[in-house]
């Protein structure tokens, strides 16, 4: 005689008939309850965790990129005539120039920087001094974004740009005149004199990245020459490139094209051991979330023993009719696959939910404690970011399915083995 097919439609008609039971009669059990809330909530903290691992990633990498140079080009020390070490870069243009030619750059650009104190009225604010021609300006993303900033980049000859946090630091708005004051001035008979110079701010940038919209101020490149006494010469050369997550390979071409005494400095080597730390919490997250996932699934054979516990009668009657072990298995592990498939999908809807409303959640949650949950000066970044993927939503998928279909085969076993005789002894 020929056997049914697995998971025939009467296997699937007696476990649909196992789960709507009621409990009185031997049915769905409370632990089945339990275990189905676990999955459903252990799925959604690791699709939640997940995204926003994802978002903070690909928030403080474009912060990094869109903000920073890809590659900085600096020279090494140098002595000079007087004794004294000399980092600058005289032939700036030149440098830049082949830098430009090295196959994937798209901008090399010099700079002139300096640590000064920013002054208006009675507040003052340590800032980073960016000296930079108006063109290079306007080619970094999250600085020449009109959405975000006050004032005309165009007036930038006439003027300063400064960040969003030096504007609230100090007081400034865009019209506003505030003093740079370097410590490194006029030397004249009684020693040096502090530099202390006026200009209009004429652009406030928001970056999003509060470290850099605290400390950073973009002056001409040909006045912070003036300013820093570094006429003819440049700190160094900003490189961007087509794609930073390959800027390694570039290394080596670009220190040829530099020349001598040239070192670089990659975003991966300034901002490398955050990553790497921010890679290591991540993995570490996946792995507790997947131990909850787990526990919640271990909750499914509870529910599953206990159902087959109370249909212990059916069991027998339905081998003596005829019904083979394996279908017996298969009835028993549609009733818990049913639970795992259930518990998921509900995890998944909550959990994509999540990180397409995060904003509104937050906000909701910053309401109600009062505000003051999230501080940008801690974070580095102004508000919780999630990104939603697809190999994320799949991974958690993947691991809870399977972890689910596992466990509940050792209590469709144990069913499928019982000898019939057994169960029917004392009926």
């Known amino acids: 005689m020929a056997q049914p097919a697995p998971f025939s439609r009467f296997e699937w008609m007696i476990a649909?008939?196992?789960?709507?039971?009621?409990?009185?009669?031997?049915?769905?059990?409370?632990?089945?309850?339990?275990?189905?809330?676990?999955?459903?909530?252990?799925?959604?903290?690791?699709?939640?965790t997940l995204a926003v691992r994802s978002g903070f990633r690909t928030e403080f990498v474009d912060t990094i990129l869109g903000s920073n140079a890809h590659v900085t080009v600096y020279q090494s020390a140098e002595v000079t005539e007087r004794g004294k070490l000399d980092r600058t870069i005289h032939d700036y243009e030149e440098m830049a120039a082949r830098l430009r030619g090295v196959d994937g750059v798209t901008r090399a650009a010099p700079l002139v920087k300096g640590q000064v104190m920013a002054n208006q009225r009675q507040r003052n604010a340590g800032v980073e001094v960016f000296g930079i021609t108006l063109e290079n300006l306007k080619t970094i993303p999250r600085v020449a974004r009109p959405e975000t900033a006050?004032?005309?980049?165009?007036?930038?000859?006439?003027?300063?740009?400064?960040?969003?946090?030096?504007a609230r630091e100090l007081g400034a708005t865009v019209g506003d005149k505030i003093k740079l004051i370097s410590p490194n001035g006029v030397k004249t008979a009684f020693g040096t004199s502090p530099r202390v110079k006026s200009y209009e701010v004429v652009y406030v940038f928001t970056a999003g990245r509060y470290d850099i919209d605290r400390t950073r101020v973009y002056l001409p490149f040909t006045e912070a020459q003036s300013y820093f006494n570094l006429e003819g010469k440049a700190s160094e050369i900003e490189v961007m490139v087509e794609d930073p997550e390959e800027v390694d390979l570039l290394a080596l071409d670009l220190i040829r094209a530099a020349g001598e005494r040239s070192l670089v400095w990659t975003w991966r080597d300034s901002s490398g051991g955050f990553l790497r730390a921010l890679e290591i919490e991540d993995n570490v997250m996946f792995i507790i979330l997947s131990i909850l996932v787990l526990i919640a699934a271990m909750n499914i054979v509870s529910g599953l023993i206990m159902l087959v516990k109370n249909k212990g009668k059916d069991i027998g009657?339905?081998?003596?009719?005829?019904?083979?072990?394996?279908?017996?298995?298969?009835v028993f592990f549609i009733c818990g696959a049913f639970t795992g498939v259930i518990g998921t999908a509900l995890g998944v809807v909550l959990g994509c939910l999540f990180a397409i409303y995060i904003d509104q959640i937050f906000s909701f949650v910053n309401f109600i404690a009062g505000g003051g949950?999230?501080?940008?000066?801690?974070?580095?970044?102004?508000?919780?970011p999630a990104e939603l993927r697809l190999e994320d939503v799949i991974k958690a998928v993947s691991l809870s399915l399977g972890l689910s279909f596992i466990v509940t085969i050792f209590p469709a076993r144990r069913a499928a083995r019982m000898n019939p005789v057994e169960a029917l002894r004392y009926e």
């Open 373 to 384: 949950v999230w501080d940008p000066a801690v974070r580095g970044i102004y508000q919780l």
């Open 16 to 48: 649909w008939r196992y789960l709507r039971a009621r409990r009185a009669e031997g049915g769905v059990s409370v632990m089945t309850w339990i275990s189905l809330v676990g999955i459903t909530l252990a799925v959604f903290a690791l699709i939640a």
């Open 317 to 330: 009657i339905l081998r003596t009719m005829g019904l083979t072990e394996g279908s017996v298995l298969r």
């Open 150 to 166: 006050d004032g005309d980049i165009e007036r930038f000859n006439e003027g300063v740009a400064i960040g969003s946090g030096v």
